[in-house]
C-alpha cells in the first residue's frame, strides 16, 4: 500500500512567521511531488511541484524534496491570516501510477 | 492555463433521481480524468479515473452502477450519480491531467449535491 503522510495539525503560527509543512512518502519510485492549497469548502488549487532534490522557491513558497529520506516539505514565508488552509501533499511515480494524497495539514496564521 | 470548470456548483435532488456533473479541461486537452469524493473535515477519496475513449477504472468500493462516468472526449467528462439518496450527499470534485510528462493535476472548483 503505498503511503503519504502528513501531520494532521493543527499547525498554528504568527504572522510573519515561518510556516514548515512536512510528508513522508512510502513508494521509493516517486518521481512528482506536489503541494496543493484547500481552503474550507473549496477544491484543491495547486501551489508548486518538485522533482529533483533540493529547494524550489516560488514567491513566498519553498518546496524542499529529499528522495534519499523519502521526505518533502513546503515552507511559507511572512505567513498571512489568508494562508490559513490545509495543504495536501502529493506523491506520483512515473509510468501511469496513481497520483497518492496525503489527508492534509490544517495550518491556521493567527493575526 | 490548466483550467478545469465544473458544472453545476451546486445542486440540490429529491431521493431516487440522477444528477449529471460535468467537467471540462477548458485550455488543455487532459490525457486523464478523475472524480474525488470528499465528506466535511475529511479527506478527498479518488472515486474512480477515467481516460477518453475507455471503460472508467473504480476505486474499490465504489459502485459502478450507481456512479456512471462517461470520458467522451478530451475535455470532457461526465459524472452521473444515479438513484442518488441522502447518504450520497457530498462534495463532487473533478480533476484533470495534463500528461505533459510532469502529470500534474488541476481540480475543477467541485460540485455540492445535496440529495433531501
Known amino acids: 500500500q503505498k503511503e503519504v503522510e502528513q501531520n494532521s495539525g493543527p499547525l498554528s503560527v504568527p504572522e510573519g512567521a515561518i510556516a514548515s509543512l512536512n510528508c513522508t512518502y512510502s513508494d521509493r519510485v516517486s518521481q512528482s511531488f506536489f503541494w496543493y492549497r484547500q481552503y474550507s469548502g473549496k477544491s484543491p488549487e495547486l501551489i508548486m511541484s518538485i522533482y529533483s532534490n533540493g529547494d524550489k522557491e516560488d514567491g513566498r513558497f519553498t518546496a524542499q524534496l529529499n528522495k534519499a529520506s523519502q521526505y518533502v516539505s513546503l515552507l511559507i514565508r511572512d505567513s498571512q491570516p489568508s494562508d490559513s488552509a490545509t495543504y495536501l501533499c502529493?506523491?506520483?511515480?512515473?509510468?501511469?501510477?496513481?497520483?497518492?494524497f496525503g489527508a492534509g495539514t490544517r495550518l491556521f496564521v493567527k493575526a | 492555463g490548466a483550467v478545469v470548470s465544473q458544472h453545476p456548483s451546486r445542486v440540490i435532488c429529491k431521493s431516487g433521481t440522477s444528477v449529471k456533473i460535468e467537467c471540462r479541461s477548458l485550455?488543455?486537452?487532459?490525457?486523464?480524468m478523475f472524480w474525488y469524493r470528499q465528506f466535511p473535515k475529511q479527506s478527498l477519496m479518488l472515486m474512480a479515473t477515467?481516460?477518453?475513449?475507455?471503460?472508467?477504472?473504480?476505486e474499490q468500493g465504489v459502485e459502478k452502477d450507481k456512479f456512471l462516468i462517461n470520458h467522451a472526449s478530451l475535455t470532457l467528462s461526465t459524472l452521473t450519480v444515479t438513484s442518488a439518496h441522502p447518504e450520497d450527499s457530498s462534495f463532487y470534485i473533478c480533476?484533470?491531467?495534463?500528461?505533459?510528462?510532469?502529470?500534474?493535476?488541476?481540480f475543477g472548483p467541485g460540485t455540492r449535491l445535496t440529495v433531501l
Open positions: 485550455d488543455f486537452q487532459a490525457t486523464t
Open positions: 477515467s481516460n477518453e475513449g475507455s471503460k472508467a477504472t473504480y
Open positions: 480533476s484533470a491531467e495534463t500528461g505533459s510528462g510532469t502529470d500534474t493535476q488541476y
Open positions: 502529493a506523491v506520483k511515480a512515473s509510468g501511469g501510477f496513481k497520483t497518492i
